[in-house]
């Protein structure tokens, strides 16, 4: 009985075992159809039995796929909400403001619209681009590293583009001009 139990123990790790030891349970005594039957099922009880699938984590693994997607969906909706109006127009977080598309605000839209947005720790490039909608303006940018920086600005929209250009420009790390219909930043 012995035997048999090393030999189980010799098939499961056979690289643990020299040619020597091999040898040696396979010389003497022969072992029963008994023995073997009940190594057998000693070898299936503990390899083969399939484990059963408990409902509670089916039903965990389930809860946490659907909680998962909830928050992805969420924070997409956020975004698109926090970036975009109607019209697909790039907007702040706390602008509320219709975007109109003239060189400088007539009488008229001074007086429908807003005076001011403003901008609360917000990417310089989100800046410069709701400018370049409202202006008609084209961005660019001489360095890269410039679009990530962020910056408290209020925007009155009655000023002219060359007035927020230079009010921008007073920011540190930050040079705005104006060149034809483009605006550069550096």
């Known amino acids: 009985m012995e035997k048999l139990r090393k030999l189980t123990q010799m098939t499961e790790n056979p690289k ?8 040696e349970i396979f010389d003497g005594e022969t072992v ?18 399939p484990q059963p699938i408990r409902l509670w984590r089916i039903a965990a693994m389930f809860v946490g796929v659907m909680m998962l997607s ?14 975009t109006d109607v019209g697909g127009n790039l907007q702040s977080p706390t602008q509320e403001t219709r975007m109109v598309n003239t060189q400088q605000p007539s009488e008229e839209d ?13 990417e310089l490039q989100q800046i ?21 920086l962020r910056l408290y600005y209020e925007w009155n929209q009655s000023n002219s583009i060359s007035e927020i250009a230079s009010e921008i420009s007073h920011f540190d790390h930050v040079s705005i001009s104006l060149k034809g219909d483009s ?3 550096e």
Do not use: C
């Open 32 to 49: 029963s159809e008994e023995q073997i039957e009940q190594e057998w099922r000693h070898f299936e009880d503990k390899y083969m039995k």
């Open 110 to 122: 001074i007086n429908v619209l807003p005076h001011t947005v403003v901008f609360e720790n917000t």
């Open 16 to 23: 643990h075992y020299s040619d020597e030891e091999w040898q």
């Open 70 to 83: 909830g928050i992805a969906l969420a924070a997409v909706h956020i975004i698109r909400n926090t970036q």
């Open 183 to 185: 605006i550069i930043i």
């Open 128 to 148: 410069v681009d709701s400018l370049s909608i409202y202006y008609k303006v084209k961005p660019a940018y001489r360095h890269d590293s410039v679009r990530h």
